[in-house]
């Protein structure tokens, strides 16, 4: 699956506008906890993927879900699109780039990009 040009410069310009916003709530000292496959790297995502890809996007989706309910004015994150190819792309793609961070790390990232096209009402 490939993603656009136009997508790759639409995500980018995202998610510079919204690094400083932070999406998950945390304890006083701004920390919390992350369950599963969140806290394994993003090398052991893009070195597991083909194996066990599936329940990295189990992962995902239930991080995305918690996050609908939990949002304000979000009805779904994922916006109008239901293309989970793009998301896997997206995905493997800032894994290779970061292979120390965290797959949670890659998620809030791939969020903060999707917020802005999420919708905030059922249609």
Not at 47 to 52: G, M, Q
Not at 92 to 108: I, P, R, S, W
């Amino acid at each position: 699956m490939n993603i656009t040009p136009t997508i790759i410069k639409l995500l980018s310009v995202t998610l510079l506008l919204s690094a400083p916003h932070l999406l998950s709530a945390k304890d006083a000292s701004g920390q919390h906890n992350t369950m599963g496959l969140g806290n394994n790297t993003c090398n052991a995502f893009v070195h597991e993927y083909d194996a066990h890809g599936a329940y990295y996007l189990s992962w995902l989706a239930g991080y995305m879900t918690a996050y609908n309910v939990y949002e304000e004015d979000t009805y779904s994150i994922l916006g109008d699109s239901k293309d989970v190819a793009q998301l896997q792309t997206w995905l493997l793609d800032y894994c290779k780039l970061n292979g120390e961070q965290t797959f949670e790390h890659a998620v809030v990232n791939l969020m903060r990009n999707l917020k802005y096209f999420r919708l905030r009402t059922k249609n």
